[in-house]
């Protein structure tokens, strides 16, 4: 017979990170960890290193994210794309923008 066992790393909570895919007992999301991957081209040493994660968390959060790739994807380019929005209307900014009189 066989046994199937789960590494239970991956949790959503509404009160953790707006409900997203997140490593048990961090704030730290499934797409923080791909991004780190896929756009900042990290291995799973150097994500563990930087996050301050073991490997298994890490490599928990990418084979979640493989197993929910479209949908991770999507969140990432609508967060990225609130994030340029905001950028352009300098949200969050003390300052000016230097070109207005």
Known sequence: MNTIQSINLIAT???IRNA????VGTTITVADIAIAKIYQMLDADEIADYFDLSLAQV???LAYYYENKAEIDESIQERRKLAAEMKEKR???????LNSF
């Open 13 to 15: 909570n509404p009160d």
């Open 20 to 23: 997203r895919p997140h490593i």
């Open 91 to 97: 949200v969050g900014s003390r300052h000016k923008p």
């Open 59 to 61: 490599h928990a959060a």
